[in-house]
C-alpha cells in the first residue's frame, strides 16, 4: 500500500508527502526520512475511481466535519489500496482521512 501526505489543498503551491507503512520506526537517510502518521480520531471514506476525481470525496469529509461539530485538525492522507496498473480491469480505490477534533 502506498500513501500521500497533504499538507495543504494549494493546487497552485501543492505540499504532498509520498511514503509506504512499515512495521517499525527506520532510521533517516539521506534524502529519505522516516516519519510517523498520529494516533487520534479520523475520520475517512473510499473512493472508487480514477485519481483525479476524488474531489466530492473530499467535499463529503469536509460536510461531514462541519455537520458533525468537528473540525479538520491536521494533514490529510490518502491511501491507495489497490494498484491498477498491475490488473487494469480494476477501479483505483483510494482511502481518504482527515484527522478531526471537536470544536469547543
Do not use: C
Not at 502506498?2 to 508527502?17: F, H, I, P, Q, T
Not at 475517512?44 to 469529509?61: F, R
Not at 491536521?74 to 498491475?86: F, K, Q, S, V
Amino acid at each position: 500500500m502506498k500513501l500521500g501526505a497533504y499538507y495543504n489543498m494549494d493546487k497552485s503551491a501543492l505540499d504532498v508527502e509520498a511514503g509506504f507503512p512499515v512495521s517499525k520506526n527506520l532510521s533517516s537517510k539521506d534524502k529519505i526520512i522516516s516519519a510517523f502518521i498520529p494516533a487520534g480520531k479520523y475520520i475517512s471514506t473510499i473512493h472508487v475511481g480514477s485519481y483525479d476525481s476524488v474531489g466530492p470525496a473530499y467535499d463529503a469529509l469536509t460536510e461531514w466535519v462541519k455537520v458533525n461539530g468537528y473540525i479538520p485538525s491536521g494533514i490529510a492522507y490518502e491511501y491507495y489500496l489497490n494498484d491498477p496498473t498491475e490488473n487494469p480491469d480494476i477501479a483505483p480505490q483510494t482511502e481518504i482521512r482527515f484527522p478531526v477534533s471537536l470544536l469547543k
